[in-house]
């Protein structure tokens, strides 16, 4: 059973940094497109990062690049995002989710989800 637990969320000021983690269980994340999702309050969820683990290739949002960096440990079964320079905006529910047939993969194109973990970045 493929089980996959976010971590590392919490509360911050603006300008401030996070790192989110995700392990996995039951799966191996060799040659697989995984991300990270966001869900503001209100709003839809919207991918944030993608990263396709069998040759590291990374994809934004344009709202994240340069602040963001998604990576990944294949020997630990863990994808991280590091968070820099955050904003209110970035404040949500932050998912990650694995094993789309397309890389970057829209939201349905994604076959395992974490739980989620809260950031929420005050002004």
């Known amino acids: 059973q493929v089980q996959l637990v976010e971590s590392g969320g919490g509360s911050v000021q603006a300008g401030g940094s996070l790192r989110l983690s995700c392990a996995g269980t039951?799966?191996?994340?060799?040659?697989?497109?995984m991300a990270w999702f966001r869900q503001a309050p209100g709003k839809e969820r919207e991918g944030v990062a993608h990263?396709?683990?069998?040759?590291?290739?990374?994809y934004y949002a344009g709202s994240v690049k340069g602040r963001f960096t998604i990576s990944h440990d294949n020997a630990k079964n863990t994808m991280y995002l590091q968070m820099n320079s955050l904003k209110p905006e970035d404040t949500g529910m932050y998912y990650c989710?694995?094993?789309?047939?397309?890389?970057?993969?829209?939201?349905?194109?994604?076959?395992?989800w974490g739980q989620g973990t809260q950031v929420t970045v005050s002004s």
């Open positions: 039951g799966y191996t994340y060799n040659s697989d497109c």
């Open positions: 990263i396709f683990t069998g040759n590291g290739r990374t």
């Open positions: 989710a694995a094993r789309s047939i397309r890389c970057p993969g829209e939201e349905n194109d994604y076959n395992y």
